[in-house]
């Protein structure tokens, strides 16, 4: 059985036409070792946190150099635990890329805490030294930030932080796209505070859902596995295990935001099959920057210069420059009426109504976000694309970029 999602999120692919191969956006593969691990959990009779969760945290803090990793319901909820296990007096000032998916925001929000909106850089999308700079003068000295590897592009953590006046351990990553990138050597998920990564469906480790943070502090880890699971000492968490104690007492205000076996079985099945998985879609970012490098108006998603790191190609966002930013809504029309599946990532959180009224933002505006935002177009990019569907979607984006868009026909 496979789930394939067609339409992420809400860009409605047509048939396609006659002699024309259809590109959905996004592909959610669960393979076949993975079904048989879920199902072999669901037969077990425990399928909820239990050895599953243990052993694919284990194995995922090995896969990204990590000392622990804590397995739990989602990215956005893994977010909001590293927040809270800083301790943080409520309303402290969270800085975030203004460039990011909404539930980063609301995590900080969630935590009690306030935050603060950071502009990027139009020409890869992340903030720099200088927009963290502005941002953090603007309200004060934040206490925390998270940062965005964004479409799976290197950020410098320490430099951001540095700029913010933060301390690493203050940092919260958000890896969501970032399963696979490496910052010079060294893989995404070590040396900040926590980092939080997202099994969604359409994230480089897909589960449908599901989440996980990393950290190297002990005492840390400790407290994002009780704070997962009500609050409930360690004691309550091993009564799963067998030989354990119906004991427990609650030490914080804990969150229900652990992980099942089912989805811990299948993420160690999909892990195995990861490093195969970023090798194809290196291929296919390099099988797309060859068929659309030089095309007039079309510009090639930022990558980390050699020696600094690996993109994850997560995502493959172009930039359109064609003739003016309503134009981009009309390219995704046209590979629409192709069958050929786009997005966008993102609009920028200070653009949805209940951030422009709950986020802070500086006086200065967000000018780089929104210069990037009407340019931004994410192509299709999973490992099972083929070849012959990165060329449809080549021929098709570079028959607009030479001859404008008029939908039906163009080519
Ligand atoms: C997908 C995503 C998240 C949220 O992940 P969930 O696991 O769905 O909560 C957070 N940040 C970014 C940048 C994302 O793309």
Redesign the pocket.
């Known amino acids: 059985m496979t789930t394939r999602i067609t339409a992420v999120p809400r860009v409605v692919t047509m048939p396609a036409p006659a002699g024309e191969i259809a590109v959905p956006f996004a592909d959610c593969h669960i393979t076949a070792d993975a079904q048989a691990a879920a199902l072999r959990v669901l037969q077990s009779g425990w399928v909820t946190t239990g050895r599953e969760a243990v052993a694919f945290e284990a194995e995922f803090a090995t896969a990204v150099g990590a000392t622990h990793a804590v397995a739990v ?7 909001e635990l590293a927040l809270r296990s800083l301790g943080l007096p409520p309303g402290s000032l969270v800085l975030s890329s203004t460039m ?2 909404c ?2 925001v609301h ?1 900080i929000v969630h935590a009690g805490l306030q935050p603060v909106l950071v502009d990027v850089d139009p020409a890869t999308g992340m903030p720099t030294p200088a927009t963290v700079r502005t941002a953090a003068q603007a309200y004060g000295r934040p206490a925390a930030m998270v940062v ?1 590897h ?1 479409a799976g592009d290197v950020a410098d953590v320490p430099a951001l932080a540095e700029a913010a006046g933060v301390p690493l351990d203050r940092v919260v990553v ?1 890896a ?2 970032a399963l696979g990138t490496y910052a010079g050597v060294v893989p995404v998920g070590s040396g900040c505070g926590a980092t ?5 469906a ?2 480089n480790l897909p589960l449908g ?3 996980m943070i990393t950290t190297d502090d002990d005492a840390r880890a400790d407290w994002l596995r009780r704070a997962r699971l009500h609050g409930m000492t360690a004691d309550a968490w091993r009564r799963y295990l067998p030989g354990g104690s119906w004991r427990y007492n609650v030490a914080d205000a804990g969150l229900k935001a652990n992980m099942t076996d089912v989805q811990a079985a299948m993420g160690r099945a999909q892990l195995a099959h990861f490093p195969a998985w970023q090798r194809r879609r290196a291929q296919i970012a390099a099988r797309y920057d060859e068929q659309l490098a030089g095309l007039p108006g079309v510009r090639l998603p930022h990558r980390p210069a050699p020696g600094d790191g690996t993109h994850a190609w ?1 995502l493959y966002p172009v930039r359109l420059r064609l003739n003016g930013g309503g134009d981009r809504d009309k390219v995704i029309a046209a590979l629409s009426e192709r069958a050929i599946g786009t997005s966008v ?2 609009v920028p959180v200070h653009r949805l109504a209940y951030f422009s009224q709950a986020a802070l933002i500086p006086s200065t505006g967000l000018t780089g976000a929104d210069a990037l935002f009407d340019q931004l177009l994410s192509l299709p990019m999973y490992p099972r694309l083929t070849d012959a569907q990165v060329d449809a979607v080549c021929r098709a984006v570079t028959g607009i970029a030479h001859r404008g868009i008029s939908g039906k026909g163009t080519e």
């Open positions: 319901s989602s990215c956005t909820q893994g977010i990011t998916f539930g980063a995590a965005v964004w958000d969501a796209h939080c990564f997202s099994f969604y359409t994230k859902e599901g989440g997560h990532h993102f």
